[in-house]
Antibody, heavy 122, light 107 residues
């Protein structure tokens, strides 16, 4: 059974930093691209970042709205993916989900964790 | 960036009726469209993947069609348990982009 458990969310002031973690199980983590997707009432679902495989030199991609502020990373030995968020803004508030994708599969974001809530507020 | 315009934003139907949700993309994405259902307090659930492919275990009353820029998601014989928000996602090019969502209620 695929399981994804996000953690690290909470309340942070504008301009602050936070690091999210996601631990995965039930699949061969090192074979999957890993993504972060967030959700807020104002902006709905929004893809945030992706990290690919070791064979892709761990290539990363970001939404324009977070480029230069967020950094995605992974530790295949721990089946974990991370999202370092700096210079946080109120509009970064939302539930953050991690979700895997198997390259070549036609099923995108088939598995999700329960998410972790990030609130950016003074 | 491919913009995805989803409509309607909300709809209310009686049980047994048909539901139709549309997503229009600003660029040609072949058939790289995915459809999700989200119930309150839960993460999205993938119902239909690229190529209008129903996911295993998803009831056959759910279906989709479309290619290029115009996509339709359908629920036949809607049940009360189908109350949820529904989203489309284009996976053809980055950044991956979602539609704005459709809130389905039962009369």
């Amino acid at each position: 059974e695929v399981k994804l458990e996000e953690s690290g969310g909470g309340l942070v002031q504008p301009g602050g930093s936070m690091k999210l973690s996601c631990v995965a199980s039930g699949f061969t983590f090192s074979n999957y691209w890993m993504n972060w997707v967030r959700q807020s009432p104002e902006k709905g679902l929004e893809w945030v970042a992706e990290i690919r495989l070791k064979s892709n030199n761990y290539a990363t991609h970001y939404a324009e709205s977070v480029k230069g502020r967020f950094t995605i990373s992974r530790d295949d030995s721990k089946s974990s993916v991370y999202l370092q968020m700096n210079n946080l803004r109120a509009e970064d508030t939302g539930i953050y989900y991690c979700t895997p994708h198997y390259y070549g599969s036609s099923a995108w974001f088939a598995y999700w964790g329960q998410g972790t809530l990030v609130t950016v507020s003074a | 960036e491919t913009t995805v315009t989803q409509s309607p934003a909300s709809l209310s139907v009686a049980t047994g009726e048909k539901v139709t949700i549309r997503c229009i993309t600003s660029t040609d994405i072949d058939d790289d469209m995915n459809w999700y259902q989200q119930k309150p307090g839960e993460p999205p659930k993938l119902l239909i993947s690229e190529g209008n492919t129903l996911r295993p275990g998803v009831p056959s009353r759910f279906s989709s069609s479309g290619y290029g820029t115009d996509f339709v998601f359908t629920i036949e014989n809607t049940l009360s348990e189908d109350v949820a928000d529904y989203y489309c996602l284009q996976s053809d090019n980055m950044p991956y982009t979602f539609g704005g969502g459709t809130k389905l209620e039962i009369k």
